[in-house]
């Protein structure tokens, strides 16, 4: 499979870039890995007159610590991710979601960026950055703006970037030292998009769950933020009891399609079963 003719553009900085889409075409797309847009374009469900290639841009990669939060570059690969000291220190849901990711090659080309901005329900990484509430950075003509992720996603592949807009980092502020966190993702076979998958980010104290936050990737059109679920787990030792309340409003919330991952149903139960995995072992992790 070939994809369709288009013209490539490797601009040197942001602000070329940002320009360029302004001039070209509305089919104009960004590539920053390739590994979701080229399939696609092979598949001809893509169809870009131009891409403009964001590799060159030294001002999208790299993870820093900035104004008391944590700064995750767009071109910053999947691979880099797991490598980064800083994000395995204070973030180590980022490694143990990055590492369920595709195999290494698909990692080595992969960015945060691109999985984030692209609105693919099956990408993992919009679940754990509604867990952490972590905000996207977009530029355009207009300037500088920033979106929740909790905000970000509207549909299958319809998010609230304009045209034009390039998403230039991911921010957070770093979960407190001693919490718990947890991704946990059912899947058919090594490098399979999730079945089911469950992101939970907690602090405990005196014994029991002080805050929760929970995002649930692939049982939707979206990534889900599961307030419900979360709520359900505030305030309990994660028993039996609570573990089943939050896994009925996690899978309260859902809406999978059947596909070959298994029938609605199936899925719609194994988010439960993510969600309560996950909590339990992100309330074993944390400390009190
Ligand atoms: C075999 C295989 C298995 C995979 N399995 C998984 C999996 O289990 N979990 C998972 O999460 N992903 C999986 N992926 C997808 C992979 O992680 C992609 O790399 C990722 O989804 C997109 O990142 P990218 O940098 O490759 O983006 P690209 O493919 O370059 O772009 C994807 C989309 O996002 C847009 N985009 C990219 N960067 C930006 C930006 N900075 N600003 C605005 N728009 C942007 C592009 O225009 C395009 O529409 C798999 C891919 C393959 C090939």
Redesign the pocket.
């Known amino acids: 499979m070939i994809t369709g003719a288009f013209e490539y553009h490797r601009p040197a900085d942001l602000g070329e870039a940002i320009g360029l889409l302004s001039r070209l075409d509305s089919d104009a797309?960004?590539?920053?890995?390739?590994?979701?847009?080229?399939?696609m374009m092979k598949l001809r469900l893509?169809m870009p007159s131009h891409l403009v290639d964001?590799a060159a841009i030294a001002e999208?990669k790299g993870v820093r610590s900035e104004g008391g939060e944590i700064v995750i570059g767009?071109?910053t690969?999947?691979h880099d991710v797991i490598a980064d000291e800083l994000l395995s220190d204070r973030v180590p849901i980022l490694k143990e979601a990055a590492t369920?990711?595709?195999?290494p090659q698909?990692?080595y080309?992969?960015?945060i960026?691109?999985?984030v901005?692209?609105?693919?329900p099956?990408?993992?990484?919009p679940g754990v950055m509604m867990a952490l509430d972590a905000s996207y950075v977009l530029r355009g003509t207009g300037g500088e703006r920033v979106v929740a992720a909790r905000d970000y996603y509207k549909g299958a592949y319809d998010t609230a970037?304009q045209p034009g807009?390039?998403?230039?980092a991911v921010r957070f502020g770093a979960p407190s030292a001693g919490h718990g966190w947890a991704y946990e993702k059912l899947?058919r076979k090594v490098?399979?998009?999730?079945t089911a998958a469950a992101a939970v980010i907690l602090t405990v104290s005196g014994g029991k769950i002080a805050t929760c936050a929970i995002g649930l990737t692939n049982v939707a059109e979206t990534a889900l933020f599961a307030k419900d679920a979360a709520d359900a787990a505030i305030g309990t030792a994660v028993d039996k009891a609570s573990l089943a309340k939050a896994s009925a409003a996690a899978e309260a919330i859902t809406s999978p399609a059947a596909d070959g991952r298994g029938s609605a149903e199936y899925r719609t139960k194994m988010a439960g079963v993510m969600t309560a995995r996950a909590l339990a072992r992100a309330f074993a992790r944390a400390k009190s």
């Open positions: 797309r960004v590539i920053a890995g390739g590994h979701s847009l080229i399939p893509a964001l999208l767009a071109t690969t999947q369920q990711i595709a195999d698909v990692r080309m992969g960015t960026g691109g999985n901005a692209n609105g693919d099956g990408n993992d990484m970037a807009e390039i998403l230039t899947k490098g399979d998009y999730a």
